[in-house]
């Protein structure tokens, strides 16, 4: 019996930000999955920023989205029909064929998960990519060291929440974080144990860095580009390394940025700057999970979300990721 189900789809290509006209909502009739598929009901789904740089063409780390056909992300959810030996009806999978209420996909491209260990949910993030990428960043592109000074951007974010309290946990000696509200310096102070945390609509980012580093930083983990970055750049010290993740700043600007005009102090400084995918490095993924989970069983790891409902709503959820909206990873819950 062919299954009829949701999906959004890429409608056209944005210039500058996408508005709800970028996207359409359509009906889709499924096939009966194939020797070694599944056919997934999700019950919940990843936004994530990158998906910015998906919609437009051009060379890049991962295919963009196609226009006219579902836009893909990470999800989790109830296998409801198997044609392989791997996976049960019942069994809960992650994949990354989100973005749509019913998936057929590979058994290979789906991975098991345990929601008696944990929420559904943090296989998307804390337990996931989000906590991956922040692990990775720090571990081996930043090569944190005990006692180092680490400053980290969009901190509040899904990424940048796990990124100081893994630094923490390292051994970092001073964790300072940036955010765009004075709700979300209070999160990072108050919840996550942040050293210092600032708005950076308060004043540049160069002259709060001055104030609550001012013996300058060892790593920086940036998520945003743009002032930060070069307001990291003017604070590192000698020998320091950044890991650079994203650059939301930038992501839907119809201009070319101006900045980092300081890039010679990595010269002067000897710095290092090496920007990474985490999809490169899921060689570290036991090793990050055995350690999430220690930290989250003693609460040295917590996590928020920003969690909106159906299918309807998720390109809202998308849209507010790029203004800076959510506290936490955002979800959609189908």
């Not at 692990?135 to 901190?155: C, H, N, P, Q, W």
């Not at 509040?156 to 796990?162: D, L």
């Not at 004075?182 to 708005?199: Q, S, T």
Request: charged share 25%; glycine share 12%; proline share 4%.
């Amino acid at each position: 019996m062919r299954l009829t189900t949701r999906e959004i789809h890429l409608a056209s290509r944005p210039t500058g930000w996408p508005t709800h006209d970028h996207f359409r909502l359509v009906e889709a009739e499924l096939p009966e999955p194939g020797p070694g598929q599944i056919l997934v009901r999700n019950t919940v789904m990843s936004v994530d920023p990158y998906m910015c740089g998906r919609m437009n063409e051009g060379r890049s780390y991962i295919a963009p989205f196609a226009v006219d056909a579902a836009l893909e992300g990470g999800a989790v959810g109830e296998v409801i029909e198997s044609s392989d030996d791997a996976f049960a009806v019942g069994d809960m999978v992650v994949h990354d064929y989100g973005w749509r209420e019913h998936a057929i996909l590979d058994a290979a491209r789906a991975k098991a998960i345990d929601t008696g260990r944990a929420p559904a949910s943090a296989y998307l993030g804390v337990l996931g990519m989000t906590g991956l990428t922040a692990y990775t960043g720090l571990v081996r592109m930043a090569e944190l060291k005990k006692d180092d000074i680490v400053f980290v951007s969009g901190a509040a974010g899904a990424v940048g929440s796990a990124v100081g309290q893994i630094a923490r946990n390292l051994g970092a000696s001073r964790v300072i974080g940036s955010a765009g509200s004075p709700e979300k310096v209070r999160y990072l102070l108050d919840e996550l144990g942040f050293d210092a945390a600032f708005d950076y609509h308060d004043g540049p980012v160069v002259g709060q860095l001055a104030k609550h580093a001012p013996n300058g930083i060892d790593v920086y983990f940036d998520n945003v580009g743009g002032d930060h970055l070069e307001g990291a750049l003017t604070h590192m010290r000698d020998f320091g390394r950044l890991a650079l993740c994203g650059s939301i700043a930038t992501y839907n600007s119809e201009k070319a940025s101006a900045g980092p005009r300081n890039l010679g102090l990595s010269v002067v400084r000897r710095l290092k700057l090496q920007g990474f995918i985490v999809y490169d490095n899921e060689d570290l993924a036991d090793e990050y999970r055995a350690l999430a989970t220690e930290w989250l069983a003693d609460g040295r790891l917590t996590y928020k979300e920003t969690c909106v409902d159906g299918l309807d709503n998720a390109v809202d959820a998308l849209l507010n990721t790029f203004r800076g909206a959510n506290l936490g990873k955002m979800l959609v819950r189908l």
